[in-house]
């Protein structure tokens, strides 16, 4: 099966966990709305490669563990784009979950698909109740506090701001935990898969920046501008635009040579290979003060 | 050791897990301003009762859910005070977590709440993985959708609302999992204890609605008056007060017949009916209209 496919089927079949005949109807439509379309899927698709380099020899726990991930993102974004955050209108090219559907059932929403990612993980079969504990605790500590991504939104609540911990927490986490994860998933010691995933986050996040900085709203799907308007940190302030692309290509190549060794090494170096074409930014259409 | 000291303990315990050195100093802080002062902590009391009643051989897991469990309902308390719910200034007698420390970091307080939950629970020992694992599927099940406090809130956003569903979800869902996971915590089937959790739950939510009604909010701590202000369906308005107070002593009754048989079930219906004491209206200071 095609690694889109496992993913987009593991992602309905946990948005079908949280569905049912005596759920508030609203909330339940707002769980699926809040997960599609999908993009890129890059956090899954990078944890299933990770598996698939480490044998995959449980693939039910690995696209649990894929779609959790994905869900947890998923939640991320509907609350970062809630009025007190970022206040998107927008967001894959449909109004965003509080738009759509309000406040309130975004707030629910993203604290819905948060519980249904942990909620997915505890259903493995028992005989892999050691592997989904991990699993647990992996995606746990990537999420909340101190180093996941709640933390990294809430330093853009501090008038001090340690950039490092928070481009660590804020990008890199999710990222960390994919690498962390799809080793996991497999049976294997996720400690040495934390630097790739860490330094594919960096890079993620240089990659963002730059196109926050030089693409329309159109072709991002979403509003552009928003580091610049919010005056939040960049890389495109700290290096400039050419300065951000050199740094983005020094990271990805740190991230190949980064891969611990095992089958899938090749694979996994062609797939951040691809990545990093995708990420640099071609073509911008105008460069913002 | 006292019940209150385990569960105080543990809490404090918990709390310590989202701080570290690299986070954000304002979300740190919020953690534990947004479970103290404890109040009643009736939900991890009933817990440790159960896993008491089933032998407890797993202390130091049944001190893990107990505070899980805690801060789910606190992280809910959170949520459900912001502006887009209840906009409750008072939590505790002090300002809630929106007003004492911004909304941005109130709506993360919560998200991370309730993944340190989770987090707390997969840092069980080994041995303890595959109870672990059941204590994290309880309390998924009965915190986020189709059926946990995040299906109960969702009620109040849809205009035609399934009451039954609204309840059991809404004020159930955590007394179930209350019941469900001590038993589960010392090993045993919890399936047997979901009545007990479920009639606490009920009653629970009559004598909220019963203070809500008669109570002053100095007294109460909180605001009053909710269920009338926001057209909230309530036992007092459906029963009456004195309906409402015999409703409450029946399903007590009820929750103290469906007590499974074990060791420890004199002391869990002696339990019960401090509860019920505790529960029952005194001396109201005025009936509102």
């Given at each position: 099966?095609?690694?889109?496919?496992?993913i987009e089927q593991a992602?309905?079949?946990?948005?079908?966990?949280?569905?049912g005949?005596?759920a508030?109807?609203?909330?339940?439509?707002?769980?699926?709305?809040?997960v599609?379309?999908?993009?890129a899927?890059?956090?899954?698709?990078?944890l299933?490669?990770?598996?698939?380099?480490?044998?995959?020899?449980?693939?039910?726990?690995?696209?649990?563990?894929a779609?959790a991930?994905?869900l947890i993102?998923?939640?991320?974004?509907?609350h970062?784009?809630?009025?007190?955050?970022?206040d998107a209108?927008?967001?894959r090219?449909?109004?965003?979950?509080?738009?759509?559907?309000s406040?309130?059932?975004?707030v629910?929403?993203?604290d819905?698909?948060?519980?249904?990612?942990?909620d997915?993980?505890?259903?493995a079969?028992?005989a892999?109740?050691?592997?989904?504990?991990?699993l647990?605790?992996?995606l746990?500590?990537?999420?909340g506090m101190?180093?996941?991504?709640?933390?990294?939104?809430?330093?853009?609540s501090?008038?001090?701001?340690?950039?490092?911990?928070y481009?660590r927490?804020?990008?890199g986490?999710?990222?960390?935990?994919?690498?962390?994860?799809?080793a996991?998933a497999a049976?294997?010691?996720?400690?040495?898969?934390?630097?790739?995933?860490?330094?594919?986050?960096?890079?993620?996040?240089v990659?963002?920046d730059?196109?926050?900085?030089?693409y329309?709203?159109e072709?991002l799907?979403?509003p552009?501008?928003q580091d610049?308007?919010?005056?939040r940190?960049?890389?495109?302030?700290?290096?400039?635009?050419?300065?951000?692309?050199?740094?983005?290509?020094d990271?990805l190549g740190?991230?190949?040579?980064s891969?611990?060794?095992?089958?899938?090494?090749a694979?996994?170096?062609?797939?951040?290979?691809?990545y990093?074409?995708?990420?640099?930014?071609?073509?911008?259409?105008?460069?913002?003060a």
């Amino acid at each position: 099966m095609a690694m889109e496919t496992r993913i987009e089927q593991a992602i309905f079949r946990a948005i079908a966990l949280g569905q049912g005949q005596d759920a508030p109807p609203r909330l339940a439509a707002a769980l699926p709305y809040a997960v599609t379309p999908g993009g890129a899927r890059i956090r899954p698709t990078i944890l299933l490669s990770v598996a698939k380099a480490c044998g995959d020899d449980r693939p039910d726990l690995a696209d649990r563990a894929a779609a959790a991930l994905e869900l947890i993102h998923c939640a991320s974004l509907v609350h970062d784009d809630l009025p007190c955050f970022d206040d998107a209108d927008i967001r894959r090219g449909k109004p965003t979950v509080h738009v759509a559907y309000s406040q309130p059932l975004a707030v629910l929403t993203g604290d819905s698909l948060i519980v249904l990612a942990f909620d997915l993980l505890s259903r493995a079969a028992n005989a892999d109740a050691a592997r989904a504990l991990g699993l647990i605790r992996i995606l746990s500590c990537r999420t909340g506090m101190p180093h996941g991504i709640c933390a990294g939104q809430g330093w853009e609540s501090e008038t001090q701001v340690n950039l490092r911990a928070y481009h660590r927490a804020k990008t890199g986490a999710l990222f960390i935990a994919a690498t962390q994860m799809g080793a996991q998933a497999a049976g294997q010691d996720p400690e040495p898969w934390t630097e790739l995933g860490a330094r594919i986050g960096e890079a993620f996040q240089v990659a963002d920046d730059l196109r926050d900085a030089l693409y329309d709203a159109e072709t991002l799907g979403k509003p552009v501008g928003q580091d610049a308007m919010h005056a939040r940190p960049s890389a495109v302030t700290e290096l400039g635009v050419q300065g951000a692309i050199r740094h983005l290509r020094d990271i990805l190549g740190g991230a190949i040579a980064s891969i611990p060794s095992c089958p899938g090494e090749a694979m996994l170096a062609e797939l951040v290979r691809k990545y990093a074409e995708r990420m640099t930014p071609v073509a911008p259409v105008q460069v913002r003060a």
